[in-house]
């Protein structure tokens, strides 16, 4: 309104002005904006406030590229987004090389960590009881991470990938596909700490089976072509690729050796026999990663890790490798072919 | 208008409740303008909020009733929909494992039941492991995802329910167990057609009806979760309370479902602790309860929805009835803030205040009568001022005429006196001055008649007593005529006093002006001429016919006449003394008639009169002519006349040594006074 527009009955002549309640209506009807305004305003903020640190250590790169290309997309649907509200920081190493990264890590200050491997959970554990640890890893009563399944208590929960405890299982499967052979390598990694576990299984399923079980443990990576030499002087006859994090790893070059040595192999994932293996047979990584996310967004939202049961596998995938298998000239039995779940050719 | 907040409102801290509501009351009536238009905008408001606040009160009981009534009936629906999904998803792993149940498959190769297991297995993720038991009671193949497969065991389950409960049931659903604490698990035993039958046994893993659990769609925030018969958690959306291993029996929903499976949807607090509107449906089969349940804030969202759109139509009517009441104030306060004003100015004084109100009620009859009002007062004021004015001008003229009355009275008295006293004077000297002129010119014819005499003796004087006598006669008569011509000027000058005395004797008439002048013109010129025949002067006219006659002392005027045409012959010669080149002397007169009066011009080219003398020159006594040619009564005596007597005006306008115009203004009335 103008000064005095609206107000139609005006003074002719005189010229004087009649004092009007103007003043008071325009301070009601600013009122009346102020209310309605408010609530607006309030609503325009955005809470989006604080950035949430995630720290990821795992043994090999090829864990963490797997962690990138799977668990950050599940994040970010679940609201929490790389670059955004989300602050992730990766480190690998060997186990000599696990204390420092972990203390690294830790120097950050992280929400919540995210570890690949029983090894490096260890070393994570060995520094930290209170930083919120999701681990993607095996037994972990058996480690000592948690107290049990359903109630964990500390500062660790996450995905029990069931490692260790399917190894008697891929021996299973290892002899149904080649179910003349009868001495069966087992490729160990020295420092694993579930390697008792697992090597625990695989006796019990070698002795069911009644198969001859020889174990090669190496260290590392480097010691894979004495590895492959003793097993050749062994006459093994197929390999059993224990479930490790670093084994995953270097699936492409245990494929390869294992195919110069002319060994059918059985390796932890469905996906390592794209890699060369001639069978995988593990969890669904794929679903168990969601998993993992999942419980990294649970703690980020505020809830307490031992307060979080410890999530199993429910679904299995086994991979065959048809190339592989023919390299070897080797025929697979339907009964193995009927279960699998990814063929690679 | 007084409705600023109080200072003190602001001061004061808004944490006591009463204390604020008591300041903010105030603070929000000072909002509302005063007077009128805050009555009319509560009572606008007062009867909108009632309205609304009514209809808004029954729309919103009528919103919650049916609301609750169709989410209480929605939910039962809900749950037994989602209870049937459940069913249905037990039943696919039933009718699946089903399948091996055919009465040929006893008699089938191991490698066969093994392959048909292991395509069971396949089919059905939530299977973890197969069982079979033949009718012997004794295991014969077991398969597993976990662990290695074992073939004829032989391990005896006769005793087992699996096996004893199956066989006699046709098919068992074990109770829900959890593997290592947390997984849920729950064993299927179906018996096998035929004599002696066999069993399949599978393990379901639990977990997987979190893919129907969470699949179910209550509302937007609404959820189902499962429990056993004793409450424990089979499924939820959240897989971790499951894996718990979560007992819900303490709910009081689950209580009740558990005590007397009556399924009317109620308000309880939900697993996560907020109000839910919960309902549940019994899966027959299994003994398992369905719950459903919807967040009561989403129940009660079109509640809500209906309250805010009340409370905002509220508001709306409220903004709208104090405008509307403001605006109906504003169209009667305006106008009666103007009649106010316009009163108060009037009262003030200023009357031409007129209200323009252009409106038909009474407020426009009341302007009406209002302006007529000012319009009378203004009038009666107008009137009394006219009177007034009048008044003063004819009281001023008066004074102005007694003043004037007053000073001619007082120059009558001065000049009588001076009359007197001059006559006195001139009496007294005008007797010897005859004496003096009389004997002077006697004494003149003696000494002609001595010259005559001696003449007379011819020789009988000597020639040189002669010329001697004859030398001294033209001395004495030289003398003698000097005495006379002196005697004359005396004679002249003590004439003027004498007139100066007899001034007002003479008779005031109408005359006419133009036969005057010219008398005197011709009067003035032959008098020069007598004093000095070598006179050279072009004497102009220029008389208005139209002039007529005016009232006149006739001898007095024709004195200021001869004495204005005199001075300006006068002046002329003394001019031509100079002996300009080219110099024509003029005298100019005019006669002319300009309204009331007429306008007697006397104008020469002669010597004119010095600016600094001016002012004087009324002054009697006072000339500038030698000593002897002017007595310096002439231009005061006609001032005199002409101003006092005439009640006329005498102008002069003269520049040196170019001309000299003086003007005379008669009125063609002659004053009141002197008629």
Redesign the interface.
């Known amino acids: 309104m103008g000064q005095r527009g609206g ?1 139609r ?6 010229g ?1 002005r ?4 103007r ?3 325009r ?2 009807l600013l ?2 904006g102020l209310l309605l305004a408010v609530p607006l305003a309030a609503r325009a903020q955005a809470p989006e406030a604080r950035t949430w640190r995630l720290a990821v250590l795992a043994s090999t790169t090829v864990s963490l590229e797997v962690t990138r290309a799977s668990m950050l997309p599940e994040l970010a649907r679940l609201g929490f987004v790389e670059g955004r509200n989300l602050a992730v920081s990766m480190r690998h190493g060997p186990v000599a090389e696990q204390a420092a990264l972990v203390r690294e890590a830790l120097r950050e200050n992280p929400d919540v960590i995210f570890t690949t491997g029983n090894d490096i959970t260890h070393a994570v554990q060995s520094q930290t009881r209170s930083v919120p640890v999701i681990f993607f890893g095996t037994d972990p009563i058996g480690q000592g991470f948690a107290e ?4 964990p208590g500390g500062n660790v929960t996450g995905v029990s990938i ?1 490692a260790g ?2 190894d ?2 891929r ?2 499967m290892l ?2 596909a080649l179910p003349e052979r009868r001495r069966v390598a087992a490729l160990m990694l020295a420092s694993a700490p579930d390697r008792p576990a697992s090597e625990r299984e695989m006796r019990r ?1 070698a002795a ?2 009644g198969l001859e079980l020889r174990l090669f443990d190496v260290a590392s990576a480097a010691g894979f072509p004495a590895a492959f030499a003793a097993m050749r002087q062994a006459r093994v006859e197929a390999l059993l690729v224990m479930a490790t994090p670093q084994f995953f790893g270097d699936a492409p070059v245990l494929a390869r050796l294992a195919r110069e040595a002319g060994l059918p192999t059985i390796c932890e994932w469905a996906a390592m026999a794209g890699s060369g293996c001639l069978l995988g047979f593990g969890p669904d990584i794929a679903d168990l990663r969601r998993r993992s996310a999942n419980l990294i967004a ?1 703690v980020l939202r505020g ?1 307490r890790p031992g ?6 596998p ?3 995938s086994l991979g065959v490798n048809l190339a592989t298998a023919q390299a070897l000239g080797l025929t697979l039995p ?2 193995v072919m ?2 699998a ?1 990814e063929v690679f050719d | ?1 007084p ?1 600023a907040l109080p200072p003190r409102a602001l001061a004061v801290p808004l944490t006591p409740r009463p204390r604020l509501l008591r300041l903010a009351l105030p603070a929000l009536a000072g ?5 009128l ?1 805050r009555r009319f905008g509560l009572a606008m408001v007062g009867l909108v909020s009632v309205l609304l606040v009514g209809t808004g009160a029954v729309n919103m009981w009528v919103t919650y009733a049916e609301a609750t009534a169709g989410a209480v009936q929605v939910q039962r629906e809900k749950a037994q929909a989602a209870a049937e999904r459940v069913a249905q998803f037990v039943e696919g792993i039933e009718s699946q494992v089903g399948w091996t149940t055919r009465a040929e498959w006893a008699r089938v190769s191991p ?1 066969q039941r ?2 048909d297991f ?2 069971l ?2 089919q059905v ?2 299977i973890t492991d197969l069982q079979y038991i033949d009718g012997n009671g004794r295991e014969q193949l077991r398969l ?7 073939v004829g065991s032989g391990q005896d389950f006769s005793g087992e329910p699996l096996f004893a409960r199956a066989v006699a049931e046709r098919s068992w659903r074990g109770p829900v167990y ?1 593997r ?4 849920p698990y729950m064993t299927l035993a179906l018996a096998h057609v035929g004599r002696m039958p066999g069993v399949t046994a599978a393990s379901v ?1 639990l ?2 009806i979190w893919d129907v659990v969470t699949a179910i769609r209550i509302g937007r925030a609404g959820y189902a979760y499962v429990t056993d018969a004793a409450g424990r958690l089979v499924a939820h959306p959240d ?2 309370l499951v ?3 979560t007992d819900l029996s303490r709910l009081p929903q689950v209580a009740r479902a558990i005590a007397n499976g009556d399924a009317t949807p109620t308000t309880v607090q939900g697993p996560d602790g907020r109000r839910v509107l919960s309902a549940h449906a019994v899966i027959p089969q299994l003994g398992w309860i369905v719950f459903v349940e919807l967040p009561r804030r989403e129940v009660l969202a079109p509640v809500w929805a209906s309250l805010v759109q009340t409370l905002v139509l509220l ?1 709306l009517g409220v ?1 709208l009835a ?2 509307l009441g ?1 605006w109906l ?2 169209r009667m ?3 009666i ?2 009649l106010q ?2 009163a108060q ?1 009037l009262g003030e004084g ?1 009357l ?6 252009d ?1 038909r009620d009474e407020i426009g009859a009341l302007a009406r009568r209002f302006n007529d009002m000012a319009g009378r007062i203004q009038e009666a004021q107008e009137t009394l001022e006219a009177k007034v004015a009048s008044r003063t001008r004819a009281l001023a003229q008066s004074l102005d005429d007694l003043r004037l009355a007053q000073d001619r009275l007082v120059q009558t008295e001065k000049l009588a006196s001076l009359g007197q006293l001059t006559a006195g004077i001139a009496h007294e000297i005008k007797n010897p001055l005859n004496f003096v002129n009389n004997f002077a010119e006697l004494s003149a014819e003696l000494v002609q008649e001595l010259e005559e005499a001696l003449a007379a003796a011819g020789e009988a004087v000597p020639e040189a007593l002669r010329e001697e006598v004859a030398e001294l006669a033209g001395m004495l008569r030289g003398n003698l005529e000097k005495v006379v011509q002196h005697g004359k000027r005396a004679d002249s000058i003590v004439r003027n006093m004498l007139a100066h005395s007899r001034e007002g004797g003479g008779e005031r008439r109408e005359m006419a002006l133009n036969p005057l002048v010219e008398e005197a013109m011709a009067l003035a010129w032959h008098g020069a001429r007598a004093e000095k025949p070598g006179l050279n002067v072009t004497l102009e006219k220029e008389l208005d016919p139209d002039i007529g006659t005016l009232p006149l002392f006739p001898q007095e005027f024709t004195r200021v006449l001869l004495n204005l045409v005199g001075n300006a012959i006068y002046a002329t010669g003394k001019r031509a003394q100079r002996g300009e080149a080219g110099y024509a002397p003029v005298v100019r007169v005019e006669t002319r008639a300009e309204g009331d009066a007429v306008a007697v011009t006397v104008r020469d080219n002669g010597t004119g009169i010095p600016e600094a003398m001016r002012n004087r020159i009324f002054e009697p006594f006072f000339t500038t002519k030698p000593a002897g040619e002017g007595t310096g009564l002439g231009l005061s005596l006609s001032h005199d006349i002409v101003v006092k007597q005439h009640g006329g005006a005498f102008l002069v306008d003269s520049q040196e040594g170019v001309f000299t115009e003086f003007r005379v203004l008669l009125p063609r009335v002659a004053p009141e006074k002197e008629a």
Not at chain 1, 18 to 21: D, L
Not at chain 1, 148 to 151: K, P
Not at chain 2, 31 to 35: D, K, S, W
């Open positions: 107000c009955p005006r003074v002719s002549g005189g004087f009649v004092k009007r309640m003043g008071g209506w301070r009601l009122a009346c049990s399944l359903a109630r069931l405890e399917l008697g299982k021996l299973d002899h149904q399923a069911g089976l649970q809830a307060e979080i049961p410890i999530e199993q429910t679904r299995f339907p009964a009927a279960q779940d | 208008m409705h909002l509302l303008p005063a007077g238009a490698e093994r392959y292991i395509r297995q396949r993720p939530a597993s995802r976990l662990e290695p497969d074992v959890f290592r604490g947390s997984e893993n977990k997987l897989m971790s894996l718990r291993e508001g903004l104090l405008l403001g104030a504003r306060v305006g106008p803030r103007q004003a316009g100015r200023d031409s205040q007129r209200i323009s109100l409106s």
